[in-house]
């Protein structure tokens, strides 16, 4: 959870594909962030959790704390939009139809449960723990890269065989020499008839 808007500046920039962002609608507040598990998406998330993450975020609005119920937006990181323009802290959507909302009462017994588990004294490095999870993801997809690329070598290799193959076929039918047009049994059957033929004198044509 980013305490200020520099905070929330810093998770905005570091946030990981698995998380999911908490805001109070239309009204300042502190940004929480729910870290799922790889695999799975917001719309798996148990209620009771949602319900839980909002009535933190509705805590820590300046406002929103006072009244008697608020209304939460929530959406993946990853549909977060941030510009040139914005001040620091301001985020907004990229497709407003990813968002889902939760309107939830003051809930003093969940803030307190929650708060429990806060740590004060923790001050991670958000950027150097993003970069060790797109090594670790990385790492976990290069064993699958290297069998998708060996199961498409064979295949091109097999086409570059035929394509060899065509090729000196093609080669061999271009140097290969004609035939005569004219058949074996052709032959005898003309001289036959010049021989017969009686009326054939030399230098009669």
């Avoid at 940004?31 to 959790?49: C, D, I, M, N």
Wanted: hydrophobic fraction near 30%; include cysteine.
């Amino acid at each position: 959870m980013g305490r200020d808007k520099f905070e929330n500046e810093a998770l905005i920039h570091n946030g990981w594909p698995e998380d999911l962002w908490f805001h109070v609608d239309d009204l300042s507040s502190a940004h929480v962030y729910l870290r799922l598990p790889r695999g799975e998406t917001f719309e798996s998330v148990p209620q009771e959790v949602v319900e839980e993450c909002a009535s933190l975020v509705k805590a820590n609005s300046i406002k929103g704390c006072k009244m008697s119920e608020t209304k939460i937006v929530y959406t993946p990181w990853e549909n977060l939009k941030k510009t040139a323009d914005m001040v620091v802290g301001q985020i907004g959507y990229h497709n407003h139809k990813r968002c889902k909302y939760i309107t939830v009462k003051k809930n003093n017994d969940i803030v307190k449960k929650i708060e429990k588990t806060r740590s004060e004294d923790m001050k991670p490095d958000l950027q150097a723990e993003r970069l060790a999870r797109d090594a670790e993801v990385l790492a976990e997809q290069k064993p699958r890269r290297k069998t998708q690329l060996r199961k498409k070598r064979p295949s091109s290799c097999n086409a570059r065989r035929k394509d060899t193959k065509s090729h000196t076929i093609d080669s061999l039918k271009m140097i290969r020499p004609r035939r005569r047009t004219t058949t074996p049994t052709m032959i005898p059957t003309i001289l036959c008839e010049i021989e017969d033929d009686s009326s054939f004198l030399p230098g009669s044509f």
